[in-house]
Structures are given as C-alpha cells and as structure tokens.
C-alpha cells in the first residue's frame, strides 16, 4: 500500500462540500483556495515512518523489561518518548509541521519571528528552526523541558508563564504556534488570559495556529471504555475541565473580533496497531500515557496497582486486534490578526 494514498483514504477527513474561499487538504500538499501558494514537504514520507520505525522498534525492545512493579512510575526519559512519538504522528498524519500560509515569509531574508507557545521538549521549534534558518523562533513553556544548550542558533527558549503574562513586547510575532495546550487551562483562563496574550504579542497580519486534539475520543472497545468511564472522565470531572473546548475554537477565534481568515481543519486518526504508522502511533501514545496516569486515576477505579496494570494490557491486546474501531479527531485552526 502506498503512503500517499493510505493517507488520503484513512486520514484525510475531508468534507464533501467546502465553501469558497476555505483552506482544504488535497493529498499531500496544502492549498488555499484564490492563492498560488503550495507548502510542498520537506520530509519525505520515507524520511518520517524510519524515525517511526526506530521508535517502535526501540520501544518494542525495552516493553519485554516492563513489570507491574515499575509500570507505573513513568520516567522523564519516557515522557519524553511518548512527545516525541506524538509530534512523528501528527507531522506524519498532516504531512507538515504547519497549516498557516506563513512558508514564504520564513524563507525570506525578513527576518520573521515565530513563537511557540508551551514547547515542551522543543521538538517542534528545533526542527522548524532547522528548515528556515532565516527565520527566529522562539519556545516558551512554564517548566523547562527544553534543552539547555540550544541548536541551531535560531532558537531561544524561555521559561514562562503565559497565565503572568508573555515577556515579549506588542506586536512582535508573525506567527504564534500552539499544540495540545488548551485542557491546561481552565476555560476562563484560556479566552480571558492566554488567547489575549497572544493576540497582544502577534502583529497584524499575522498569523496564530492551535492544533488540539480530542480529549476523550470515540471508543469501541471494552477495556478502554471502562479505563475512560470509571478513570479518566471522572478525573477530568474533578479538575472541571471543559472537554468542548477544542470544538469551540472558531467560536472562540470570531468572538475575538480580532481574526479573519479563520479555517479549520481535523483529521480522523485510528487507535490500533493494525492502521498502518498512524494507527500505531496512536496506540504507542495511548499506552505511554494510560502507564502515566496509573496514580491518578487508581483512585478514582478503585483498583490495585496489579488490577491496573492488568487493565492496561488488556487494552494494549485491543489496539492489537484488527476489528478496532476506535479513533480520536485531531483538529488544527488558523487565523490572520486583523
């Protein structure tokens, strides 16, 4: 089977009808509909599923030394894996690292700057800094994940909170990125405080970019229904947080009265080991962060250590098992500061 063809059948979930004027996906390369404006990959599809593959195979390597005694007592190392397994999924799911019509900006000579709000490990920032050395970026996050000793030179990272206030001047960035942060915030704090913080820092005609994916997911499997009813939805009931919030962006970006150009995109991405790379990353991920959140949601279950360890392998036998029909949406949206 062809990766390109995979990608448009399984991943791509592409409306039957798109409106004037709407950004839409075309097999692997983006289009904005009026425009002349590719955004051809740099990264081969080969390129992508070999860093896949070394992944897993690692992976597959050190599970034969997991015991109930240290699955639940993930290691930074491991958190680190499960975010660089979920960036190779998402790059690999939408064939690039961004959606905004930003490419011809970042390889001029105007010495765009970019900021990535919450970077984590700075996955994202180092390797868009490695494709436009012409350009700045910029990687914030409130816990410094990122590395100390930075390459290339393009890069800066900073520890800070958005929730204080960003520590960059009005009208700096052409484009703010952000990935999976929104569940970190309460509602409030997410439309009151973070979303007017980065319309403070990006310039007009600027562009800002979130991609967020589903929270909870749509689940056809007993185990992993039973994780996510008595687990993970009462835990998330605790924190009250708004599980809605990702489908409200739009909602979120008009109401700002300070965005046009808003598009939205989602993608349909399988749990499964029997869905090609995607599907498998997918279940990779979901694992590493069912181990990680044993200690929290045991409470909730109401299970042993050894009843929650069993649990998970009952659903790791499920992502292997070809009838699998769970998936999760993956959404990204756009928007030009007016």
């Known amino acids: 089977m062809k990766v390109s063809s995979y990608h448009e059948e399984e991943y791509l979930a592409k409306s039957s009808y798109h409106e004037e004027g709407e950004e839409y996906l075309e097999g692997s390369t983006y289009i904005r509909e009026g425009e002349e404006e590719y955004l051809k990959e740099t990264e081969t599809d080969i390129d992508i599923i070999n860093k896949m ?37 998402l790059k690999y799911a939408w064939k690039y690292n961004f959606a905004a019509p930003i490419k011809g900006l ?8 970019v ?12 390797e868009m800094a490695s494709e436009f050395p012409l350009a700045k970026f910029y990687g914030i996050d409130s816990v410094s ?14 520890e800070a909170n958005i929730l204080h206030g960003l520590p960059y001047k009005d009208a700096e960035f052409d484009y703010v990125f952000a990935r999976e942060l ?16 980065i319309l403070r820092v990006v310039k007009p005609g600027g562009y800002i970019e979130f991609v967020e994916s589903e929270l909870e997911g749509h689940i056809s499997t007993k185990a992993l229904l039973r994780w996510n009813n008595e687990g993970m939805k009462p835990w998330i009931n605790s924190l009250n947080i708004d599980t809605t919030i990702n489908c409200r962006l739009q909602e979120i970006f008009t109401n700002t009265n300070q965005l046009k150009n808003i598009s939205e995109q989602r993608i349909k991405i399988p749990f499964g080991r029997s869905n090609d790379f995607v599907g498998e990353f997918a279940a990779e991920t979901t694992m590493q962060y069912i181990k990680s959140m044993a200690e929290l949601l045991i409470p909730f279950m109401k299970l042993t250590h050894e009843e929650y360890y069993n649990l998970t392998k009952e659903i790791d036998k499920e992502f292997r098992d ?17």
């Open 53 to 89: 593959c070394a992944y897993l195979n690692k992976k597959r390597i050190s599970s034969a030394l997991e015991s109930p005694s240290t699955f639940y007592r993930p290691t930074s190392g491991e958190d680190e894996d499960r975010l660089h397994c979920v960036h190779l999924m």
């Open 106 to 113: 970042l390889c001029s000579d105007a010495g765009a700057k």
């Open 115 to 126: 900021l990535d709000v919450g970077c984590g490990l700075g996955i994202w920032t180092l």
């Open 145 to 158: 994940y990122f590395p100390e000793s930075v390459s290339p030179k393009n890069v800066e990272f900073l």
């Open 182 to 197: 929104i569940f970190a915030f309460q509602p409030s704090d997410f439309e009151n405080i973070v979303m007017k913080e």
């Open 322 to 338: 070809e009838k699998s029909a769970s998936y999760f949406w993956n959404r990204r949206i756009t928007a030009m500061k007016i």
